[in-house]
Nanobody
Framework: VQLQAFGGGLVQAGGSLRLSCAASGRTFTTYAMGWFRQAPGKERDFVAAISWSGAITSYADSVKGRFTISRDNAKNTVYLQMNSLKPEDTAVHFC????????????????????WGQGTLVTVSS
């Protein structure tokens, strides 16, 4: 599976962005998918995850109620709608694919994801 993330940019605090992650490979529809982010000098942190069907989602506490993860398996694409953006959301955002079944703990852990996109930078100005 190859992943390509795009949609990042510069936005003012309170604004919105939608990130997209396009996947290649016929097995995409069976993979759990996640979004992570990494700010300069910090570790890569969990943002959101979604099961293969889209029926189950989970979020980091810091983005809950502001971000929404979704997927369109017909288009091999996962989305991250980000609303009410804050300066602390500034980071490179990565999409990732996990070949195994979604799990509430598993899907929050970086090391469980086998495939990663190149990242897209989100910058939120105050």
């Amino acid at each position: 599976v190859q992943l390509q993330a795009f949609g990042g940019g510069l936005v003012q605090a309170g604004g919105s962005l939608r990130l997209s992650c396009a996947a290649s490979g016929r097995t995409f529809t069976t993979y759990a998918m996640g979004w992570f982010r990494q700010a300069p000098g910090k570790e890569r942190d969990f943002v959101a995850a979604i099961s293969w069907s889209g029926a189950i989602t989970s979020y980091a506490d810091s983005v809950k109620g502001r971000f929404t993860i979704s997927r369109d398996n017909a288009k091999n694409t996962v989305y991250l709608q980000m609303n009410s953006l804050k300066p602390e959301d500034t980071a490179v955002h990565f999409c990732a694919a996990d070949p195994k079944t979604y799990g509430s703990t598993r899907s929050r852990q970086v090391h469980n994801y086998n495939y990663w996109g190149q990242g897209t930078l989100v910058t939120v100005s105050s």
